[in-house]
């Protein structure tokens, strides 16, 4: 299997606005001012693509269209989404931060935050980042393997979980392409 070539910074920050709709934060700068770009930059802009989840009840795999608007600067990110689930319109807002290792994921609408560990700025190098958290799964404690992989033009997140002892099982899958 092709690895994905990894997103860089060594083109000029224009021309990457002019090419994928990169939108630049009001200071221009990739990260927090004297530090290193986030890795949450990259993913800022418009995607478009599909969400593919476990549908534990019909026990089946369903995909769907999705849409995807990554807003903010450095660490912190906002996520829209909006997809077509079968006729019913949904849309979700998200916010992402990244800090000393910790990612947080606030859904509007639920309850906590889902909390990942790992290093994120591997999104950067080797277009590639694998986070560690735990959530409840149909009330029992999961571990939660959550997988970016980015290359200048498609995104995806792969969600995977497990219960102590068992290996980790599909969740959801979203893949996108820039528009």
């Not at 070539?5 to 990169?22: D, N, S």
């Not at 600067?73 to 290792?101: K, P």
């Not at 409840?136 to 792969?158: A, H, S």
Request: glycine share 10%; net charge positive.
């Amino acid at each position: 299997m092709r690895r994905p070539r990894p997103f860089t910074f060594a083109r000029p920050a224009l021309l990457i606005c002019a090419l994928i709709g990169v939108t630049l934060s009001p200071s221009g700068q990739a990260g927090s001012a004297g530090g290193p770009p986030s890795p949450l930059r990259p993913l800022l802009g418009d995607w478009r693509g599909t969400l593919e989840y476990q549908d534990y009840g019909a026990d089946r795999r369903v995909r769907v269209p999705v849409n995807l608007r990554v807003t903010g600067e450095n660490n912190a990110t906002r996520w829209l989404f909006r997809y077509d689930d079968f006729g019913l319109t949904v849309s979700s807002d998200e916010r992402h931060t990244w800090q000393d290792g910790t990612y947080r994921v606030v859904t509007a609408g639920q309850p906590g935050a889902q909390v990942y560990r790992g290093n994120l700025n591997t999104l950067l190098t080797d277009g590639v980042a694998v986070l560690l958290g735990t959530q409840q799964e149909n009330g029992r404690p999961v571990q939660v393997r959550r997988t970016l992989k980015l290359t200048d033009l498609t995104f995806e997140t792969l969600t995977e979980t497990r219960e102590a002892g068992q290996p980790f099982r599909f969740r959801n899958r979203s893949t996108y392409t820039r528009f």
